[in-house]
């Protein structure tokens, strides 16, 4: 079982910058590939990063990608999303996920189907 805890959301302007953090309790942290998804108001949820669980590996939307970036420190049982030029399209709640525990170093996942755990969203809202 993982339990997840996002923080670092807020209401910034335009051009902004932020970093979110998710942290994770319980067992194997370092064994689970992360995920980072967005919900905007009147949307689905939808993919935004994911990262393998030793971190080698990252991908990322291509409506975010250059501008966000997702990172892990498994001794800190945390993953985080540092967000720069921040666009009004990019308010939503912002969740991170984690998979079962994988073997694989390299293995990431995109769909929300394929994530087992879910923190209870941070919200970012940019004004223009």
């Known amino acids: 079982q993982v339990q997840l805890v996002e923080s670092g959301g807020g209401l910034v302007q335009a051009g902004g910058s932020l970093r979110l953090s998710c942290a994770a309790s319980?067992?194997?942290?370092?064994?689970?590939?992360m995920g980072w998804f967005r919900q905007a108001p009147g949307k689905e949820r939808a993919f935004v990063a994911a990262?393998?669980?030793?971190?080698?590996?990252?991908y990322y939307a291509g409506s975010v990608k250059g501008r966000f970036t997702i990172s892990r420190d498994n001794a800190k049982n945390t993953v985080y999303l540092q967000i720069n030029s921040l666009k009004p399209e990019d308010t939503a709640v912002y969740y991170c996920a984690a998979t079962l525990s994988v073997s694989s170093s390299y293995y990431y996942a995109t769909r929300d189907d394929d994530y087992r755990y879910w923190g209870q969203g941070t919200q970012v809202t940019v004004s223009s």
């Open positions: 990262v393998s669980k030793s971190g080698i590996t990252t």
């Open positions: 319980g067992r194997a942290f370092s064994m689970n590939p």
